[in-house]
């Protein structure tokens, strides 16, 4: 397939309103990135400056070590999937999948044995003389795919093509393109605001705000070492739980909360003795225990886990709010008290919230 890198790239509007600052990729031969973040992060803008679909204002592009910042889009060698299908309704699904093809001129024998193949991939054989108005929403997808396979392309490019689909169709077609890309071993950059698509289905993952890259990284990466306190908050479903605290004698104090610090744990926040920093801990980081008392607002059974939000100590005050994700099936009522503790902590820096790393 191929290798493309993104190399110092800009957006800036006619308007001087800049969209992305400085991005930078090296995405390898055969992988799956991912691109997530919330709306109107750059993430959409960033994929379609690689289709050539906006124009890049600063930096440079490189598809397998040739500059491509100023190809066209038909020249580029890429093939994207939308969102919305944009699929021909009077065409049946044969002559979408074979339309690039057949503009292309190409041998009507070769395109039958491309658009068969394709077919046979996407489970799309029985469908070919239907209408797309006859399929579901995720067979029209299937077809939207399908039709990027049969150009071959050096890069697929996905523009949130599941956002358009329930919950049960994104869950399936999220598989499909799974296997389509173990299938195919094909270079692929992914948009999704979904962080379940990100986590689930990217190689790496770039996580987006404002215009700006916070961090690059697997999946595990993102989850378990975030950069920042963003990355923190935005992966991870529950989103991650934090407080402001204080470093003291080996302890952390926060709102209603006095937590110890084990050796690794003190040994991180040594530079930080009697600073604020911010506490982060994951819902399901957090287990039965005697440090933490919390004040139960709701319960939400799970079947193996159950849910529990609340507030910290008797306060039921913002600063204060915490969700748990505990083991087994429990029944807690409004009202009720739970002792916790925390068994992984997050640390990030008061003033920059970038994460605290141990030194060496």
């Given amino acids: 397939m191929a290798e493309l890198s993104l190399k ?13 600052f400085d991005f ?18 750059g993430k959409s803008t960033t994929l379609r400056m690689v289709a050539g679909l906006e124009d890049i204002s600063r930096g440079q592009l ?50 039958h044995k491309k658009v068969l193949a394709a077919a046979e991939i996407l489970g799309l054989t029985s469908q070919l003389n239907k209408k797309p108005s006859q399929l579901s929403g995720g067979q029209r997808q299937r077809v939207a795919m399908g039709r990027s396979i049969v150009r071959n392309p050096k890069v697929f490019l996905f523009d ?4 358009n689909l329930d919950a049960k169709l994104r869950g399936a077609t999220r598989r499909e393109i799974l296997l389509l890309h173990k299938r195919l071993q094909a270079t692929m950059l992914y948009v999704t605001h979904d962080q379940t698509e990100a986590l689930t289905l990217a190689d790496r993952i770039v996580c987006m705000s404002m ?33 402001k605290a204080r470093v003291r004698d080996g302890f952390l104090e926060g709102a209603g909360f006095t937590c110890p610090l084990n050796e690794k744990e003190r040994g991180t926040l040594s530079s930080y003795a009697g600073k604020e920093i911010i506490l982060g801990v994951r819902p399901e980081d957090i287990q039965l225990g005697s440090d933490v008392t919390v004040l139960v607002s709701n319960n939400e059974n ?30 807690y009522k409004v009202g009720d008290h739970v002792s916790v503790c925390f068994a992984r902590k997050h640390f990030f820096d008061a003033e920059t919230t970038s994460a605290i790393r141990k030194e060496g």
């Avoid at 930078?24 to 992060?41: F, Q, R």
């Avoid at 700006?212 to 963003?230: C, I, M, S």
């Avoid at 079947?303 to 969700?323: F, P």
């Fill in 8 to 20: 110092h790239i800009d957006k800036i509007y006619d308007n001087n309103v800049q969209a992305v």
């Fill in 24 to 41: 930078n990729l090296d995405v390898k031969d055969g992988e799956l990135i991912v691109l997530v973040g919330p709306s109107g992060c």
């Fill in 62 to 111: 490189l598809l397998d070590g040739k500059d491509i910042t100023q190809t066209p889009a038909k020249d580029r060698d890429m093939a994207m999937v939308f969102q919305n299908y944009a699929l021909y309704g009077h065409m049946t699904i044969y002559e979408n999948m074979a339309f690039s093809l057949t503009l292309r001129k190409e041998n009507p024998n070769v395109i």
């Fill in 160 to 163: 949130e093509p599941l956002s």
């Fill in 211 to 243: 215009g700006h890259v916070q961090q690059v990284g697997t999946p595990l990466e993102l989850y378990d070492q975030p950069a920042n306190l963003f990355v923190a908050g935005f992966i991870g479903l529950p989103p991650m739980n934090t407080w």
């Fill in 302 to 331: 799970l079947g193996m886990n159950t849910l529990v939000h609340g507030h910290i100590g008797d306060a039921s005050s913002a600063d204060r709010k915490i969700a748990a994700k505990l083991k087994g099936w429990q029944d």
